[in-house]
């Protein structure tokens, strides 16, 4: 009852006859004391011109270094992309290409400039990617026909030599201690071993130990092997051998030969025992075919 009076005494609905009783209650004279404590309290002045001057200068402050850490981030964001790029530049310029033929297998592709290289069976080639447009220059393992797209000078080297040129088609072999080199176009330089030869279209050089041991001149367009067939002037039976190996992908056994006799002459790659008896047949030998141990080339 008293709680219902004292909220119309707050609410000044309370009639004289209710605030007499109110005024004998426990809970008005808790209410007198409570009220006399708290007259006395002050509450802090409100500056609302100083608060909107607080409140806008750290706004700005707040921009600021938002303003900072967003110049901050797209600043590494940069940086990153910078570093990216400069590692994808020193890998490509720093990148080697490496191309091969495996057995019984030729293989054609294009040079950065568009020139054309075949590799005949078990052959390869390597070059730089990101310095080929400043210096054409790759390495050869085994043989290649060469179409070059004319520019700067264009050099292929091997463990015997070196041939350059222009522009211009030709074919360099290079296996053991053979180097031969047939110029179909234009103009090609050999040189090796402290010498320099110069060969013109139509005319090829065979090179072996370090020696010229025949030039010659050349008919055709392009070598023979780019037509399944290999072809040889002189070469040593050990070397006609290993060419067949690697046209045919077999193994092949020399039994009581001479390996160093000489053949002229050519074998296909599309028949193995016509391959075979084209070169035994003129150097007197004889081959059997075993499928579980292999060819063998035999004498009587």
């Given at each position: 009852?008293?709680?219902?009076l004292?909220?119309?005494?707050?609410?000044?609905?309370?009639?004289?006859?209710?605030?007499?009783?109110?005024?004998a209650?426990?809970?008005?004279?808790?209410?007198?004391?409570?009220?006399?404590?708290?007259?006395?309290?002050?509450?802090?002045?409100?500056?609302?011109?100083?608060?909107?001057?607080?409140?806008?200068?750290?706004?700005?402050?707040t921009?600021?270094?938002?303003?900072?850490?967003?110049?901050?981030?797209?600043?590494?964001?940069?940086?990153?992309?910078?570093?990216?790029?400069?590692?994808?530049?020193?890998?490509?310029?720093?990148?080697?290409?490496?191309?091969?033929?495996?057995?019984?297998?030729?293989?054609?592709?294009?040079?950065?400039?568009?020139?054309?290289v075949?590799?005949n069976?078990?052959?390869?080639?390597?070059?730089?990617?990101?310095?080929?447009?400043?210096?054409?220059?790759l390495?050869?393992?085994?043989?290649?026909?060469?179409?070059?797209?004319?520019?700067?000078?264009?050099?292929?080297?091997?463990?015997?030599?070196i041939?350059?040129?222009?522009?211009?088609?030709?074919?360099?072999?290079?296996?053991?201690?053979?180097?031969?080199?047939?110029?179909?176009?234009?103009?090609?330089?050999?040189?090796?071993?402290?010498?320099?030869?110069?060969?013109?279209?139509?005319?090829s050089?065979?090179?072996e130990d370090?020696?010229?041991?025949?030039?010659?001149?050349?008919?055709?367009?392009q070598?023979?092997?780019?037509?399944?067939?290999?072809?040889?002037?002189?070469?040593?039976?050990?070397?006609?051998?290993?060419e067949?190996?690697?046209?045919?992908g077999v193994?092949?056994?020399?039994?009581?030969?001479?390996?160093?006799?000489?053949?002229s002459?050519?074998?296909?790659?599309?028949?193995?025992?016509?391959?075979?008896?084209?070169v035994?047949?003129?150097l007197?030998?004889?081959?059997t075919?075993?499928?579980?141990r292999g060819?063998?080339?035999?004498?009587?």
């Amino acid at each position: 009852m008293s709680e219902k009076l004292l909220h119309k005494f707050l609410n000044h609905e309370i009639t004289e006859a209710e605030l007499e009783t109110l005024k004998a209650s426990d809970e008005y004279r808790d209410y007198i004391k409570i009220a006399s404590h708290t007259a006395d309290l002050q509450t802090p002045g409100f500056d609302s011109e100083r608060l909107w001057s607080e409140l806008t200068e750290k706004k700005k402050t707040t921009e600021k270094k938002t303003v900072k850490v967003f110049q901050y981030r797209s600043l590494m964001k940069y940086a990153a992309v910078f570093v990216l790029l400069l590692a994808g530049y020193f890998y490509v310029t720093n990148l080697d290409a490496t191309v091969s033929a495996g057995l019984a297998e030729k293989r054609s592709f294009n040079l950065p400039d568009d020139s054309e290289v075949v590799l005949n069976a078990g052959s390869k080639v390597n070059y730089n990617i990101g310095s080929w447009n400043k210096e054409r220059v790759l390495s050869l393992e085994g043989e290649a026909f060469f179409d070059v797209a004319k520019g700067k000078k264009f050099d292929v080297e091997t463990t015997q030599g070196i041939v350059s040129v222009l522009g211009t088609q030709f074919n360099v072999q290079s296996r053991n201690n053979h180097f031969h080199v047939s110029c179909y176009e234009g103009l090609v330089r050999v040189s090796f071993n402290g010498e320099d030869i110069q060969l013109p279209a139509g005319n090829s050089v065979i090179i072996e130990d370090g020696n010229i041991v025949a030039r010659q001149e050349i008919s055709g367009t392009q070598p023979g092997w780019m037509f399944d067939e290999s072809t040889f002037e002189n070469m040593t039976l050990e070397n006609v051998v290993a060419e067949m190996e690697r046209q045919y992908g077999v193994d092949i056994t020399l039994d009581n030969v001479d390996e160093k006799m000489r053949f002229s002459g050519a074998f296909t790659h599309k028949d193995l025992e016509a391959a075979l008896k084209t070169v035994c047949v003129p150097l007197q030998l004889k081959y059997t075919i075993d499928k579980q141990r292999g060819i063998t080339i035999y004498g009587d």
